[in-house]
């Protein structure tokens, strides 16, 4: 099921997008305001967002700005009352891939939707930079930065810190890190995934015995949530 972020004020239009949107087999979630839509986006796996430009504690244009910023390539559909050319042009300018001017026709909302999710790659889009926190990673030239002070990541704490962010929201299980991190075939020892993640906690965790990036799920692995 496709999970759709959408970031709207009007209540009245998050109910009605939400059920339509449901009905069509979408998993709807909501936030009412710019900054609560960028956390969510940030920290969950969502396959496309619709974005309301005129939005309470931080504009849509801000949104979709600092989401390309930060390296998300999750699909935008900015949705606005307003429609002059100079908007939709900063707009798609700032990342969005589309436009709908309010109000609009449900049908051709929705064609949008699915023509978008289509584009959707079936394999987490490579991220060269990402920024979480008061961290800055340029996974390109292999620095990491705290308030523009370097941390010292290994090539490998680099590789498994890229996994998680391309991955991030989804659950990871150790077998699956193995493989894609250390390029196991088989199994060695699943210590080996817990001890580098241990030594990554140490270095880019505010706290690491209370990790708020790099969680545990008991029973089954880890997610990030940066």
Not at 20 to 38: C, F, M, N, P, Q
Not at 122 to 145: C, I, M, Q, S, T
Not at 171 to 192: A, I
């Amino acid at each position: 099921m496709k999970r759709i972020l959408l970031v709207e004020d009007e209540a009245g239009l998050v109910l009605t997008l939400t059920d339509r949107l449901s009905k069509e087999g979408y998993a709807v979630e909501s936030a009412g305001d710019g900054e609560s839509g960028l956390e969510r986006a940030t920290r969950e796996a969502f396959d496309l967002l619709l974005l309301d430009l005129m939005l309470p504690r931080m504009s849509g244009f801000d949104v979709c700005r600092e989401l390309r910023r930060r390296g998300i390539a999750t699909p935008v559909i900015m949705l606005t009352a307003r429609g002059q050319v100079v908007d939709k042009v900063v707009g798609l300018k700032l990342g969005a891939d589309d436009y709908v001017t309010k109000p609009f026709e449900m049908a051709e909302l929705l064609a949008r939707v699915e023509a978008h999710l289509r584009r959707v790659p079936a394999v987490p889009h490579p991220v060269d930079g990402y920024v979480f926190g008061d961290l800055r990673v340029d996974f390109r030239k292999a620095e990491a930065l705290r308030d523009g002070v370097a941390l010292e990541l290994s090539a490998r704490e680099f590789q498994l810190l890229r996994y998680f962010v391309e991955h991030r929201g989804d659950t990871l299980t150790r077998e699956e890190l193995l493989n894609e991190v250390w390029g196991y075939n088989s199994m060695p020892s699943t210590r080996t995934v817990d001890v580098h993640v241990a030594w990554l906690r140490q270095k880019i965790e505010p706290n690491p015995r209370h990790p708020q990036y790099i969680l545990t799920i008991h029973g089954m692995g880890y997610k990030f949530a940066g």
